[in-house]
C-alpha cells in the first residue's frame, strides 16, 4: 500500500511497515545553509556594545591615524587577541578591557566595584600583547558617560609624552618662525 505521505515524511521507507494510521509521521525538516554566527544571534554579550562605542569613539579622537584601534575578537578569550580593544599608535599602543555593570547600593545609587584582580590581569595581557599602556574603561549600565581605571604611572606617562610633543611642536614653530624672516 502506498502512503499518501511518502513526499512528507522524513520516517518514509524506515518506519512504513510499522505505521498505522499516520502514527510515526514525520515532517521533513527544512535544510538552511550554514550563515555566520554573528549575523544570527538574536542576543548580544553583555557589554559589547559598550566595547564597539570605546573603540569608535577612541577612533575618533584620534585623528592622525585611521581606526588605530579595533575591537578583539572573541572580546579577548583567544591566547593571541587578549582583551576587549587593541591600539595601534605609534608612542601610545595600548589594551583595554571594557566592564559594564548596573548593580546599585542599598540607597539604590548606582556603582561598580573595580576588581584589582582585573587590573592585574590586564597588565599581565598587555605585556603579552606587548602593549606598555593598558586601561579599564568603564560604564554604567543605560549611560552614555564612560570612565577609566587605569595604573597612576601610566596617566603620568600620558602627561609627559604630551608634555614633550608639546615642547617639540613649540621647537618646530619657532624654527619656522625664523626660516621665514
Not at 600583547?129 to 595604573?151: C, E, H, I, Q
Request: net charge positive.
Amino acid at each position: 500500500m502506498e502512503c499518501t505521505y511518502q513526499n512528507e515524511c522524513s520516517n518514509y521507507e524506515k518506519s512504513c511497515f510499522k505505521c498505522f494510521n499516520y502514527n510515526l509521521y514525520k515532517p521533513v525538516k527544512e535544510r538552511k545553509g550554514l550563515s555566520a554566527k554573528s549575523s544570527t544571534r538574536k542576543e548580544k554579550k553583555e557589554g559589547m556594545d559598550f566595547e564597539n562605542r570605546g573603540t569608535r569613539r577612541y577612533n575618533q579622537n584620534v585623528h592622525k591615524a585611521k581606526d588605530v584601534a579595533r575591537r578583539q575578537i572573541a572580546s579577548g578569550a583567544l591566547h593571541f587577541a587578549l582583551g576587549d580593544m587593541i591600539t595601534e599608535e605609534e608612542l601610545t599602543a595600548a589594551l583595554a578591557e571594557f566592564k559594564e555593570r548596573g548593580s546599585t547600593d542599598a540607597r539604590g545609587h548606582k556603582q561598580i566595584t573595580i576588581k584589582k584582580e582585573w587590573l592585574d590581569k590586564l597588565e599581565e595581557e598587555a605585556k603579552q600583547m606587548r602593549r606598555s599602556y593598558y586601561f579599564l574603561p568603564f560604564t554604567f549600565k543605560g549611560s552614555n558617560k564612560d570612565y577609566v581605571a587605569l595604573d597612576y604611572e601610566i596617566l603620568l606617562s600620558y602627561i609627559q609624552t604630551i608634555q614633550a610633543l608639546l615642547e617639540h611642536n613649540r621647537l618646530l614653530a619657532r624654527q619656522i618662525e625664523d626660516n621665514q624672516k
